[in-house]
């Protein structure tokens, strides 16, 4: 166990909708990443918050954002949902220092039919 | 742009068979290398950072070396329950992110 939660496990939703997925970091980590990853894609680096501020963006779509709370916890909204968006999302925590290992969530699996 | 590459894609092991897993990278100053283990449907899950050339760690029945353009996951004597997909990751000195690797899956037999 990492010490990284992420809900819900799995959702399944339309084209079209909007979903939010939401990560709990591990107890003292400020640093909060998303990744997705797919059949054809790997894992793929979308975007990172540090103590509730943007740090840095991969490729993540307009269509895809997300937020740090106060309490440290992250959300990440996928609106307009696709096919293509279907896929393992995780979230991943550390505390940012000179060198950063990073500890991955569970994951939610997300299926858009 | 960071970039890695795995190899070989898949690998199939008998029980006690040792081989080793590859991974070249090429990154803008690397910050630190890393090798994860992923099972089906689960978070990857950290096994080794690695952080200047000539560096070692160990754990267990895996070892993982670095040199200036790749690095090596030496699986040792494997058991089935070894059996798992093997993520290189980078981190360069711009940013935080980890660039990652396709993956090897390794299997091993009883």
């Known amino acids: 166990d990492s010490g990284v939660t992420q809900t819900p496990k799995h959702l399944i939703t339309a084209t079209g909708q909007r979903v939010t997925l939401r990560c709990s970091p591990r107890s003292g980590d400020l640093s909060v990443y998303w990744y997705q990853q797919s059949l054809d894609q790997g894992l793929q680096f979308l975007i990172q918050?540090?103590?509730?501020?943007?740090?840095a963006k991969g490729n993540i779509l307009e269509r895809f954002s997300a937020q740090q709370f106060p309490d440290l916890h992250s959300e990440l909204n996928l609106s307009s949902l696709e096919l293509g968006d279907s896929a393992l999302y995780f979230c991943?925590?550390?505390?940012?220092?000179?060198?950063?290992?990073?500890?991955f969530g569970p994951g939610t699996r997300l299926l858009v039919l | 742009e960071d970039q890695v590459t795995q190899s070989p894609e898949a690998l199939r092991l008998q029980e006690g068979e040792s081989s080793s897993l590859n991974c070249s990278y090429t990154?803008?100053?690397?910050?630190?290398l890393f090798w994860y283990r992923q099972d089906p449907g689960k978070g990857p899950e950290f096994l080794f950072t690695?952080?200047?050339a000539g560096e070692e760690k160990e754990k267990e029945r895996l070892k993982a070396t670095l040199t200036k353009k790749e690095s090596f996951l030496h699986i040792t004597a494997p058991k089935p329950e070894d059996s798992a997909t093997y993520l290189c990751?980078?981190?360069?000195?711009?940013?935080?992110?980890?660039?990652f690797g396709a993956g090897t899956t390794v299997t091993v037999r009883a």
């Open positions: 990154v803008s100053g690397l910050r630190g």
């Open positions: 690695l952080y200047s």
């Open positions: 990751a980078v981190q360069g000195s711009n940013d935080y992110k980890l660039s």
């Open positions: 918050y540090y103590n509730g501020e943007e740090r």
């Open positions: 991943a925590s550390s505390v940012e220092g000179q060198v950063d290992t990073q500890y």
